[in-house]
Protein backbone atom coordinates (compact mmCIF):
# COMPACT_ATOMS: atom_id res chain seq x y z
CA UNK A 1 0.00 0.00 0.00
CA UNK A 2 2.00 3.64 -1.23
CA UNK A 3 -0.36 5.32 0.99
CA UNK A 4 -2.35 7.42 -1.72
CA UNK A 5 -5.62 7.05 -2.01
CA UNK A 6 -7.98 7.57 -5.22
CA UNK A 7 -11.39 7.33 -5.92
CA UNK A 8 -13.44 6.40 -7.59
CA UNK A 9 -11.22 2.99 -8.71
CA UNK A 10 -14.08 2.51 -11.85
CA UNK A 11 -16.37 5.13 -13.16
CA UNK A 12 -18.18 5.10 -16.51
CA UNK A 13 -19.80 7.75 -18.35
CA UNK A 14 -21.55 9.33 -21.43
CA UNK A 15 -19.67 11.71 -23.80
CA UNK A 16 -20.51 15.38 -23.04
CA UNK A 17 -20.59 14.50 -19.16
CA UNK A 18 -18.24 16.22 -16.26
CA UNK A 19 -16.39 13.80 -13.68
CA UNK A 20 -14.19 14.73 -10.59
CA UNK A 21 -11.41 12.02 -9.59
CA UNK A 22 -10.15 12.79 -5.91
CA UNK A 23 -6.81 11.90 -4.77
CA UNK A 24 -5.22 11.92 -1.29
CA UNK A 25 -1.72 11.82 -1.10
CA UNK A 26 0.45 10.02 1.61
CA UNK A 27 0.20 12.06 4.59
CA UNK A 28 3.11 14.51 4.77
CA UNK A 29 3.34 14.83 1.26
CA UNK A 30 3.14 18.23 -0.41
CA UNK A 31 3.36 17.16 -4.18
CA UNK A 32 0.37 16.16 -5.58
CA UNK A 33 0.65 14.70 -9.67
CA UNK A 34 -1.50 13.45 -11.81
CA UNK A 35 -0.70 11.43 -15.05
CA UNK A 36 -2.91 9.80 -17.49
CA UNK A 37 -2.33 6.31 -19.42
CA UNK A 38 -3.70 5.26 -22.39
CA UNK A 39 -2.88 2.57 -24.84
CA UNK A 40 -2.99 5.33 -27.92
CA UNK A 41 -0.75 8.30 -25.93
CA UNK A 42 0.86 6.13 -22.95
CA UNK A 43 1.70 7.90 -20.31
CA UNK A 44 1.71 11.77 -19.91
CA UNK A 45 2.19 14.13 -17.41
CA UNK A 46 -0.71 16.36 -17.13
CA UNK A 47 -0.09 18.34 -13.88
CA UNK A 48 1.59 18.68 -10.01
CA UNK A 49 0.93 21.21 -7.17
CA UNK A 50 2.65 21.50 -4.22
CA UNK A 51 1.30 22.68 -1.56
CA UNK A 52 -1.94 24.32 -3.00
CA UNK A 53 0.17 25.96 -6.00
CA UNK A 54 0.19 24.97 -9.55
CA UNK A 55 4.24 23.41 -9.91
CA UNK A 56 4.36 22.36 -13.25
CA UNK A 57 1.94 21.87 -16.21
CA UNK A 58 1.73 19.09 -19.38
CA UNK A 59 -0.04 17.79 -21.25
CA UNK A 60 -3.61 18.45 -20.20
CA UNK A 61 -6.43 20.20 -22.27
CA UNK A 62 -8.20 22.95 -21.63
CA UNK A 63 -10.95 20.74 -20.64
CA UNK A 64 -9.44 19.49 -17.75
CA UNK A 65 -8.63 21.25 -14.59
CA UNK A 66 -7.17 19.85 -11.29
CA UNK A 67 -6.80 21.81 -7.99
CA UNK A 68 -5.16 21.02 -4.28
CA UNK A 69 -6.55 21.70 -1.33
CA UNK A 70 -6.00 23.40 2.17
CA UNK A 71 -5.91 20.01 3.68
CA UNK A 72 -3.66 18.64 0.44
CA UNK A 73 -6.26 16.37 -0.78
CA UNK A 74 -6.45 17.09 -5.02
CA UNK A 75 -9.35 16.90 -7.60
CA UNK A 76 -8.82 16.95 -11.45
CA UNK A 77 -11.91 17.48 -13.34
CA UNK A 78 -12.53 16.81 -16.53
CA UNK A 79 -15.26 18.21 -18.23
CA UNK A 80 -17.55 17.71 -21.81
CA UNK A 81 -15.86 14.29 -22.24
CA UNK A 82 -14.64 12.23 -25.41
CA UNK A 83 -14.22 8.72 -26.20
CA UNK A 84 -10.80 9.45 -26.44
CA UNK A 85 -10.49 11.12 -22.43
CA UNK A 86 -11.25 7.05 -22.01
CA UNK A 87 -7.87 6.22 -20.03
CA UNK A 88 -6.44 5.35 -16.41
CA UNK A 89 -6.03 8.57 -14.40
CA UNK A 90 -2.90 8.35 -11.73
CA UNK A 91 -2.41 10.41 -9.39
CA UNK A 92 1.43 10.24 -7.58
CA UNK A 93 2.85 12.06 -4.25
CA UNK A 94 6.16 13.25 -2.76
CA UNK A 95 7.15 14.59 0.09
CA UNK A 96 8.87 18.00 -1.88
CA UNK A 97 9.39 18.96 -5.07
CA UNK A 98 9.43 16.92 -8.56
CA UNK A 99 13.14 15.73 -7.66
CA UNK A 100 11.81 13.19 -5.16
CA UNK A 101 10.51 9.59 -5.14
CA UNK A 102 6.79 9.17 -6.47
CA UNK A 103 4.24 7.40 -4.62
CA UNK A 104 1.49 6.36 -6.71
CA UNK A 105 -1.98 5.39 -5.83
CA UNK A 106 -3.74 2.23 -7.64
CA UNK A 107 -5.43 5.24 -10.39
CA UNK A 108 -9.22 5.58 -11.64
CA UNK A 109 -10.13 3.58 -15.03
CA UNK A 110 -12.23 6.43 -16.58
CA UNK A 111 -14.58 4.64 -19.87
CA UNK A 112 -16.71 6.74 -21.56
CA UNK A 113 -19.29 5.50 -23.94
CA UNK B 1 9.64 19.79 -27.81
CA UNK B 2 11.15 17.48 -25.37
CA UNK B 3 10.92 14.33 -26.85
CA UNK B 4 12.16 10.65 -24.91
CA UNK B 5 13.09 7.63 -26.57
CA UNK B 6 13.38 4.10 -25.07
CA UNK B 7 14.75 1.46 -26.44
CA UNK B 8 14.33 -1.63 -26.53
CA UNK B 9 10.36 -1.58 -26.66
CA UNK B 10 10.30 -5.49 -26.22
CA UNK B 11 13.30 -7.47 -24.10
CA UNK B 12 12.82 -11.11 -23.68
CA UNK B 13 15.60 -12.22 -21.57
CA UNK B 14 16.95 -15.75 -19.70
CA UNK B 15 17.23 -15.99 -16.12
CA UNK B 16 20.89 -15.14 -14.95
CA UNK B 17 21.57 -12.33 -18.33
CA UNK B 18 22.57 -8.90 -18.45
CA UNK B 19 20.73 -6.51 -20.26
CA UNK B 20 20.51 -2.84 -20.28
CA UNK B 21 17.92 -0.48 -21.31
CA UNK B 22 18.40 2.93 -23.13
CA UNK B 23 16.69 6.41 -22.50
CA UNK B 24 17.73 8.99 -25.28
CA UNK B 25 15.71 12.33 -24.57
CA UNK B 26 15.79 15.49 -26.99
CA UNK B 27 16.70 18.41 -24.59
CA UNK B 28 18.31 19.89 -21.68
CA UNK B 29 17.46 18.09 -18.52
CA UNK B 30 18.83 17.55 -15.13
CA UNK B 31 16.09 15.25 -13.95
CA UNK B 32 15.22 11.74 -14.97
CA UNK B 33 13.40 9.48 -13.89
CA UNK B 34 12.44 5.38 -13.90
CA UNK B 35 9.54 3.51 -12.62
CA UNK B 36 8.38 -0.20 -13.22
CA UNK B 37 4.70 -0.98 -13.88
CA UNK B 38 3.64 -4.67 -13.46
CA UNK B 39 0.47 -5.82 -15.64
CA UNK B 40 -2.78 -3.73 -14.77
CA UNK B 41 -1.04 -2.36 -11.65
CA UNK B 42 -0.10 0.94 -10.90
CA UNK B 43 3.28 2.94 -11.52
CA UNK B 44 6.03 2.52 -8.77
CA UNK B 45 8.76 4.78 -9.01
CA UNK B 46 12.63 3.55 -9.22
CA UNK B 47 14.67 5.97 -9.25
CA UNK B 48 15.31 9.89 -9.29
CA UNK B 49 18.28 11.11 -11.22
CA UNK B 50 19.53 14.46 -10.64
CA UNK B 51 22.59 15.32 -12.11
CA UNK B 52 25.20 14.62 -14.75
CA UNK B 53 26.81 11.16 -13.47
CA UNK B 54 24.16 10.26 -10.89
CA UNK B 55 24.66 6.55 -10.88
CA UNK B 56 21.98 4.83 -8.49
CA UNK B 57 21.38 0.90 -7.81
CA UNK B 58 18.76 -1.31 -5.78
CA UNK B 59 19.26 -4.46 -5.74
CA UNK B 60 19.80 -6.09 -9.32
CA UNK B 61 18.84 -2.59 -11.11
CA UNK B 62 21.36 0.46 -11.73
CA UNK B 63 20.02 3.78 -13.34
CA UNK B 64 22.91 6.26 -14.38
CA UNK B 65 22.65 9.66 -16.00
CA UNK B 66 24.56 11.62 -18.69
CA UNK B 67 22.97 14.74 -19.26
CA UNK B 68 25.64 15.84 -21.84
CA UNK B 69 25.08 12.40 -24.23
CA UNK B 70 21.28 13.31 -23.34
CA UNK B 71 21.01 9.24 -22.55
CA UNK B 72 20.12 7.42 -19.24
CA UNK B 73 20.79 3.74 -18.63
CA UNK B 74 18.50 1.11 -16.66
CA UNK B 75 21.53 -2.14 -16.45
CA UNK B 76 20.32 -5.55 -15.09
CA UNK B 77 22.07 -7.29 -13.47
CA UNK B 78 21.48 -11.33 -13.30
CA UNK B 79 17.68 -11.03 -14.51
CA UNK B 80 15.50 -13.07 -12.43
CA UNK B 81 11.56 -13.73 -13.08
CA UNK B 82 10.50 -11.01 -10.49
CA UNK B 83 11.87 -8.56 -12.40
CA UNK B 84 9.37 -8.83 -15.46
CA UNK B 85 7.61 -5.72 -16.26
CA UNK B 86 7.37 -2.67 -18.40
CA UNK B 87 10.23 0.12 -17.27
CA UNK B 88 9.35 3.83 -18.05
CA UNK B 89 11.79 6.51 -17.83
CA UNK B 90 10.58 10.05 -18.19
CA UNK B 91 12.54 13.48 -18.49
CA UNK B 92 11.36 16.82 -16.95
CA UNK B 93 12.22 19.84 -18.87
CA UNK B 94 10.94 23.70 -18.25
CA UNK B 95 7.85 22.32 -15.56
CA UNK B 96 6.87 19.76 -17.94
CA UNK B 97 7.58 15.48 -18.30
CA UNK B 98 7.56 13.40 -20.83
CA UNK B 99 7.64 9.59 -20.77
CA UNK B 100 9.29 7.43 -22.81
CA UNK B 101 6.89 4.47 -24.27
CA UNK B 102 8.03 1.85 -22.10
CA UNK B 103 10.18 -0.96 -22.36
CA UNK B 104 8.66 -4.38 -21.53
CA UNK B 105 10.80 -6.66 -20.37
CA UNK B 106 10.09 -10.64 -19.79
CA UNK B 107 12.74 -13.03 -17.99
CA UNK B 108 12.45 -15.97 -18.55
CA UNK B 109 13.87 -19.38 -16.92
Known amino acids: DSGVTQTPKHLITATGQRVTLRCSPRSGDLSVYWYQQSLDQGLQFLIQYYNGEERAKGNILERFSAQQFPDLHSELNLSSLELGDSALYFC????????????FGAGTRLSVL | ELKVEQNPLFLSMQEGKNYTIYCNYS?????LYWYRQDPGKSLESLFV?????AVKQEGRLMASLDTKARLSTLHITAAVHDLSATYFCAVYNNNDMRFGAGTRLTVKP
Open chain 1, 92 to 103: ASSWTDIGNIQY
Open chain 2, 27 to 31: TTSDR
Open chain 2, 49 to 53: LLSNG
